[in-house]
T-cell receptor
Framework: NAGVTQTPKFRVLKTGQSMTLLCAQD?????MYWYRQDPGMGLRLIHY???????AKGEVPDGYNVSRLKKQNFLLGLESAAPSQTSVYFC?????????????FGDGTRLSIL | DQQVKQNSPSLSVQEGRISILNCDYT??????FLWYKKYPAEGPTFLIS?????DKNEDGRFTVFLNKSAKHLSLHIVPSQPGDSAVYFC????????????FGSGTRLLVRP
């Protein structure tokens, strides 16, 4: 059981380039989330999805777009990468409604923008 | 403005002793709290949670205490083991059907053999 898988694990981009980070979960979870973690800070929510075909903005959505075309996949896009987007990105999923359902995280994508 | 604060960036404890990690929050609408553990190069792993209707929850060596009036929660690890050395994040969720989490900045725990 793979759980939450993030692709790629590492990437270096030049300013202005675009890329897509892929998150895949095999637990049939309804909810999915994208976070970024910067040094000395906690995880901050970028975008999230409460079900297939839905997306919503989180705390720090600027410069990112997302899509949830399939229930098991949640894509995070950077249209024009900026050095401020250098970070570690984590994807998480959650089963569904109910307060006692923790989020399950992938191992992260380390992204450097030069 | 940070809604969830972990004011101790690091903590060092002797193996076998108790580790106490603290977390404060400012939003009185939070009603579900979680602790996550994170090793380097891995994602956060869920450890334990507590609902606002409780003041204590135990799971083996881990106990979380919630003081709603003080807007404070703590994680106790007894006895501490070297394998517990990791970064611990406190997170909170409010009455929102998105179940979004607000994270603290983390506390790095070192358990010395």
């Amino acid at each position: 059981n793979a759980g939450v898988t993030q692709t790629p694990k590492f990437r270096v981009l030049k300013t202005g380039q675009s890329m897509t980070l892929l998150c895949a979960q095999d637990m049939n979870h309804e909810y999915m989330y994208w976070y970024r973690q910067d040094p000395g800070m906690g995880l901050r929510l970028i975008h999230y999805s409460v079900g297939e075909g839905t997306t919503a903005k989180g705390e720090v959505p600027d410069g990112y777009n997302v899509s949830r075309l399939k229930k098991q996949n949640f894509l995070l896009g950077l249209e024009s990468a900026a050095p401020s987007q250098t970070s570690v990105y984590f994807c998480a999923s959650r089963r569904g409604q109910g307060w006692n359902q923790p989020q399950h995280f992938g191992d992260g994508t380390r992204l450097s923008i030069l | 403005d940070q809604q969830v604060k972990q004011n101790s960036p690091s903590l060092s404890v002797q193996e076998g002793r108790i580790s106490i990690l603290n977390c404060d929050y400012t939003n009185s609408m939070f009603d579900y709290f979680l602790w996550y553990k994170k090793y380097p190069a891995e994602g956060p792993t869920f450890l334990i949670s507590i609902s606002s209707i409780k003041d204590k929850n135990e799971d083996g060596r881990f106990t979380v205490f919630l003081n709603k009036s003080a807007k404070h929660l703590s994680l106790h690890i007894v006895p501490s083991q070297p394998g517990d050395s990791a970064v611990y994040f406190c997170a909170a969720s409010g009455m929102d059907s998105s179940y979004k989490l607000i994270f603290g900045s983390g506390t790095r725990l070192l358990v010395r053999p």
